[in-house]
């Protein structure tokens, strides 16, 4: 059992989840900040060989500082998810230089326009969400598949979010990608049941990150005054159901969109 020493919190789940991801590959889209940062984090102390996939280089760097402080061993790769030929060259070099990847958590994402309505919204804009949220998602599951299925396992995870269940005023562009998410998932997930690779969503309410830090602060206040528990998720929260969805515990949960709302999702 590795123990990052240092922390009491670290020190208390290693104890609890002995390198649940020993052996194991694990790339992060969106890794270089926020949620992804903080999931890749749990992953490294848990076992897993991090690679980090995120357009934005400074972040980047700044994240593999935190990664060396916490003696988490991490790659990079800089790259966009909505261009395939980038992911697809990502996955394959992820491949030939670890030999492998086990688990794939696609949190990379944009908020696009807040606190507008859909009259007011420009197609430009729909279609910049649109091509990072969907499409993106779309390029970034295929080509995980492609890079899991000749080892007969694999765990990939894409970040929806409450928006795309429920709808929120205000952000049409975002609330109608992060649907399309849930379907691409559910679809997905029933492609490659008997495959070894299993393919979830995880819907979470307002979580504090510089992704909210861009949103209208009515809008912020707007979702966050729907969480039945009056509080906003925490990164840990995230970080702990995102990591079981891809242990290799979860083995029979495919096509599904966990909740992580504090009570706002009905269903
Ligand atoms: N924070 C929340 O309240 C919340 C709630 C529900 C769902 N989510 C979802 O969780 C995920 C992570 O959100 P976050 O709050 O950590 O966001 P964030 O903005 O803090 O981080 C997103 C990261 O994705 C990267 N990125 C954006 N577009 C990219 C592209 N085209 N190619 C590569 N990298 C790109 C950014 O550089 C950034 O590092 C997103 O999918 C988001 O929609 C977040």
């Known amino acids: 059992m590795r ?5 009491w919190s670290s020190i208390i789940f290693a104890l609890m989840y002995p390198e649940r991801f020993k052996n194991q590959v694990a790339l992060v ?19 897993a060989h991090i690679v980090l996939l995120d357009r934005n280089a400074d972040a980047l760097a700044k994240a ?3 990664f060396v402080a916490q003696k988490v061993p991490v790659s990079t790769i800089q790259g966009d998810i909505a261009n395939e030929s980038e992911i697809e060259h990502a996955m394959e070099s992820v491949v030939s230089q670890q030999g492998r990847l086990d688990v794939v958590v696609h949190c990379a994402a944009i908020v696009g326009p807040t606190n507008t309505p859909l009259a007011e919204v420009k197609v430009e804009d729909f279609d910049q969400v649109y091509e990072v ?22 765990r990939i995870l894409l970040l929806a979010s409450i928006a795309g269940k429920e709808g929120n005023a205000g952000m049409s562009p975002y609330s109608s990608t992060k649907a399309g998410v849930i379907g691409l998932v559910k679809s997905a997930g029933k492609d ?12 979470p309410a307002v979580i504090r990150t510089p992704m909210v830090d861009e949103c209208h602060p009515d809008q912020v206040k707007y979702m966050t005054d729907k969480i039945p528990m009056k509080r906003c998720g925490t990164l840990d929260e995230v970080a702990a159901i995102a990591c079981w969805i891809v242990s290799r515990e979860a083995g ?8 992580l709302s504090g009570g706002r999702a009905v269903y």
Do not use: C, H, W
């Open 29 to 47: 889209t969106g890794g270089a900040q926020g949620i992804g940062m903080t999931v890749a984090l749990r992953l490294g102390r848990e076992g």
């Open 192 to 203: 490659y049941a008997e495959s070894g690779v299993t393919i979830n969503a995880l819907a």
């Open 64 to 66: 593999v500082e935190v």
């Open 3 to 7: 123990l990052v020493l240092g922390s």
């Open 133 to 154: 949220n969907l499409r993106g998602s779309m390029i970034v599951t295929k080509q995980a598949l492609k890079a899991m299925l000749p080892n007969k396992y694999g």
């Open 252 to 259: 029979f949960n495919t096509g599904a969109t966990f909740d």
